[in-house]
């Protein structure tokens, strides 16, 4: 018995080998290899994946929910974008709100069309959504356009008419055209001198002034004429500063025009009734030529006030009157580029002016000429880095020879590139950025000065100003302030008007007002004011004239170049990733395909989108595989299901081999004990 029961036993054995090979290789099929590679992935999608292998059927209804629209943006001067976009009215867009809940917007709303658009274009970026819980929806509050971020005053129409609906809950239909502009849709105006120093317009009490009521006129940027509403005259309510105190109120005409007199001095506002008078602009009325007096600063004594009379409007229509047909002025490039700077700092529009700047894109063999070209487009907002296709900021970099900016043996291209830099990209790690304030600072002279010139002091200055955190440059711009406010004459001035306006411009980077026998630069200016708007004497030319206008506007209107210059983003630098940088799985979401400087993390999407899944489709898994604590680790960044299901059969075909000779040995050592148990007892 004890035989027979042996001999079934030894039969059982080599029959369960064949099935222990079995369930070994079952393990390693490419259908669970798959799937452990799923579950390695987040367990939440991205976005809910269009059903691609519907039937006809269904690929004919999904063609009549799809759907056209129109939108159209602008921002001041430049048309950002003009074009079809196509959607799908059944998509949901699921955004997360900064407490991670999740709010669904429909495609059908313009704000799911600009988000659209925004995820194909490169034209704008989204930056910044908020969510207001006590209105249930979201504000559009900033869109980066060319890496100038605009903010807080976006405007979007539908079929050109104001929606009063938020914008995630404006509906839209086939063919609807959008329309989204930075700016106010409305504003008022006086035909009155402006004084700079109240920083309103004034009027002379008695006398009748005309007001006006406008539109923007988004194709245009125009301010075009606005009908039937009612201007209105208030001043401050002192018990409720949200109702002010109403004057008088008159109806436009056809021209959006209305007449008012007003007797009694003070200070006043204009604004549209039907507006609730929102916006308002101030005015003041005045008696006589001696209270126009506006500004109260004092000089160092305790002294007086100091009036500032300079006439901005009479100046820039000076400037205006000398454009020849081209659109530049003074016949030559120098004069137009500080034009432009003059005007933009004023907001005073001028098409044709910028359509020459434009038109005149080319690279010149003098550092100091891009450097002021790359001023002026900056001051438009535009990119210096790609205006027309030209890169100006290049140029300058390119003559940086790893101590100093263009020619050795002068200052003012330094100077000069190192503002522009500045506002282009460049900080305080830039080798550039290091170097030429080194070379900078070592050319000051020790009363404070460079190259003992009030006008190069003034620039480098405002130069230096953005990077006070770098050693020594407070203590370099300190001693240059001194320099120049000891040099200040008696009349407010230091000489001459243009480098009067420079030393203002750097006097007021600082946050100062220098006073001197009582007068300021203010009153410097308004006395160098000629009857026709424009400054220096008559008999000057109508190029110095025109320049030195131009200098002289933006020190009026108190704005250093640091003010008046928007910045931009330095283009991103090409950089190879490695793979030991990361061990995690990164996967795309939409806050970071609009702005990786996103002021609130609301885009987490789930959407349909086709760029999307093509992002998705596009991840790769960056976790390297152990294989076990002995071996080598490989790096799976780059397989394919197909190579996956190839690396795990040679990992199975191990571990069988693995588990075979353990049973070999076991069956070989079974069978000795065995054969001898048979032998003795047969």
């Known amino acids: 018995m004890k035989k027979i029961l042996y ?9 369960s080998i064949p099935n222990l090979y079995a369930e070994d290789i079952s393990s390693t099929t490419p259908e669970q290899i798959i799937e452990e590679q ?3 992935t987040p367990t939440e999608p991205i976005l ?9 059927t269904e690929n004919n209804i999904a063609e009549q929910n799809t759907l056209k629209s129109h939108i159209y943006i602008r921002v001041n001067d430049n048309e950002i974008i003009d074009t079809d976009v196509e959607f799908d009215q059944k998509e949901v867009l699921e955004i997360k709100d900064i407490e991670n809940i999740s709010h669904n917007i429909s495609t059908s709303t313009v704000l799911h069309q600009l988000i659209l658009l925004d995820n194909s274009t490169e034209s704008f970026n989204i930056t910044s959504i908020k969510y207001y819980d006590y209105m249930g929806s979201f504000y559009l509050r900033c869109i980066s356009v060319s890496g100038i971020e605009y903010c807080d005053n976006w405007q979007y129409l539908i079929n050109g008419a ?4 938020s914008i995630d809950q404006a509906f839209i239909r086939e063919n609807d055209s959008i329309t989204l502009y930075f700016g106010d849709p409305y504003r008022v105006t006086i035909d009155a001198p402006y004084v700079q120093g109240e920083k309103s317009f004034f009027i002379k009490a008695g006398e009748p002034f005309n007001a006006h009521a406008q539109t923007y006129l988004y194709k ?5 004429v606005r009908t039937g509403v009612t201007l209105g005259i208030t001043q401050e309510n002192p018990d409720d500063m949200w109702n002010p105190i109403e004057i008088m109120t008159s109806n436009v005409d056809e021209q959006g025009a209305a007449i008012f007199t007003l007797a009694t001095s003070g200070k006043y506002f204009l604004g549209v009734k039907d507006d609730w008078y929102y916006p308002t602009i101030p005015f003041s009325v005045s008696t006589g030529a001696e209270d126009i007096s506006t500004s109260t600063i004092t000089d160092s004594s305790g002294g007086k006030k100091i009036e500032s009379l300079f006439d901005i409007e009479k100046a820039l229509n000076f400037i205006k009157s000398f454009q020849s047909t081209t659109g530049s002025y003074g016949g030559a490039e120098l004069y137009s580029d500080w ?8 907001n005073f529009e001028d098409t044709k002016l910028a359509q020459f700047i434009s038109s005149r894109s080319n690279i010149k063999n003098i550092v100091t000429e891009n450097e002021r070209r790359a001023m002026a487009i900056l001051s438009y907002g535009k990119n210096p880095y790609t205006y027309n296709g030209i890169n100006y900021i290049k140029t300058i970099v390119d003559s940086f020879d790893g101590v100093q900016i263009g020619e050795s043996d002068l200052i003012n291209d330094d100077i000069f590139g190192l503002l522009v830099l500045g506002k282009s990209g460049y900080g305080i790690n830039d080798i550039e950025i290091q170097k030429t304030i080194s070379f900078i600072l070592s050319k000051q002279r020790p009363e404070g000065s460079w190259e003992n010139s009030y006008d190069l002091t003034a620039a480098a200055i405002q130069a230096l ?10 203590d370099s711009i300190k001693q240059a302030k001194d320099y120049l406010k000891n040099t200040q004459e008696s009349d407010g001035g230091w000489g001459s008007v243009y480098t009067t306006a420079w030393v203002a411009q750097a006097m007021y980077e600082s946050g100062e007002n220098w006073i001197k026998n009582s007068n300021s630069v203010q009153d410097y200016f308004a006395q160098n004011q000629q009857a026709d708007g424009g400054v220096l004497d008559s008999d000057e030319t109508n190029q110095n004239r025109i320049w030195a206008t131009s200098y002289v506007i933006p020190a009026v209107l108190e704005k250093s170049w640091n003010d008046i210059l928007k910045s931009v983003s330095k283009p991103k630098q090409d950089t190879n990733s490695s793979t030991e940088e990361s061990a995690t799985t990164t996967i795309p979401s939409i806050e970071e395909h609009v702005n990786s400087d996103i002021e609130i993390e ?5 959407s349909s989108l086709e760029y999307f899944q093509e992002e998705e489709t596009s991840i790769k898994k960056n976790t390297p595989s152990l294989i076990s604590n002995s071996e080598q680790i490989i790096d799976t960044s780059s397989r394919t299901p197909e190579d996956a299901v190839s690396f795990e059969d040679k990992k199975s075909s191990k571990k069988y081999f693995e588990m075979w000779w353990v049973f070999a040995f076991s069956g070989v050592v079974f069978l000795f004990f065995g054969l001898r148990f048979l032998i003795k007892n047969i």
Not at 48 to 56: E, G, M, N, R, Y
Not at 220 to 224: E, S, V
Not at 339 to 346: D, E, K, S
Not at 465 to 474: D, E, L, R, T, Y
């Open 7 to 15: 001999i079934i036993y030894i039969t059982a054995f080599f029959i």
């Open 38 to 40: 799923i579950l390695e």
């Open 48 to 56: 809910d994946v269009l059903d691609t292998t519907s039937s006809t």
């Open 162 to 165: 104001t929606s009063y609906s």
């Open 220 to 224: 245009t940027n125009t301010w075009g």
């Open 339 to 346: 034009v432009a700077i003059a005007f933009n700092t004023a």
């Open 465 to 474: 100003s953005p990077f006070q955190s770098i050693s020594g440059v407070s």
């Open 602 to 606: 609301e885009y987490n999407a789930t």
